[in-house]
């Protein structure tokens, strides 16, 4: 009786592990051609990143050679993540509006070349923490970007043919042509996405903005 | 150099102009640079490691405001050639375009309408805001001191 009682018990703690883990992981590839917020076609974007079935999703659109942007992603974005991000209120989507040099879009290609080894949040990271303040110094050319994928682990074969082939590249030209579309002139720009709303914010705003437009949304 | 400063300010004119240099200088660079935003609420914003950028702004503002004030004087009232009041609008332009240029629409739209021309110029002025600001400055500073000297002179030859 207890021996059963004892692999019962082991099995519903392995379930639960494995529940647990699948649950706290945020990042889900994003495989649906079809994925809309809003008015933005968000299929050709990155990842979901927090809970996919949030109410509300914040849509950004950026480049990683951009300051404000930069500035952005250290001053603003980790407030939204503690209080909406990983409360399960919000969940965010990064669509490439790489337009200030030559490097732009090829960092933005190299991160959805990170995507396919499961890991695009991780390199995404990883180059808003590296970001120099010269657009096209080299901080984001071929050599760096390779670098970047060595350091967090990735299958550099994988990882090096994907971004040789430029195998991206009409995802992040389909992704610019949505910044186009939806009138953004400019990174960031922010789409917070409701069932029935959809309001623009423009530049790199501190979280109390945010803050005022997502609290009445929840 | 106070009293330079007394005779063109005394006229209410001149601080009418001067403040209303600053203050839309000031203004029109602190949103175009995204330290204000004017929508969805009027808000402003100093992100931790940009208050150099900010400081230059505010120099660059009040300099233009002391030195275009007084270079419309020497124009206006002592008839004097327009040779050094092209040294601070130069300073003022080129200082306020170094910022502007960035991920914003000022940048966004040159990139748009010049292609990699624009790019490349954007880029420049990008990477190069710091320095080019300062430089503004300097020419500003030299020009009002120039200013200052040659209404000395011609104060003393009108008078």
Redesign the interface.
Known sequence: MNKKFLILGTIVIIIAVAIFASSSTPETVNLDITRTHGTISTSMGSPILGNPSAPITIVEFGDYQCHQCYNWYHNTKPSITREYIDTGKVNLVFVDLAFLGNDSPKAAQASYCAEDQGLYWDYHDLLYNSQEPEIDGGWANSERLKAFAFSLGLDMNLFNSCLDSEKYSKRVQYNIQQAHEHGVKGTPGFFIVSSDEQQQIRGAQPFTVFKQILDPMI | MIQTIKLVFSNLTYLIISFTIFVSMLIVLLILS?YV?L???V?S?L????EFGFLLIVTLSALSALVIPMNIFRISILKSSKQKMSGSILGSVVGSIAGAC????V???V??TFGSIG?TT??FL??YEIPIRLIAIAVLTVTYFTTVKSLKIECKINS
């Open positions: 995204e935003f929508e969805p609420y808000v914003h992100p931790p490691g940009t960035s991920c914003g629409p940048g966004f739209a990139i748009s790019a954007t880029a990008t990477n």
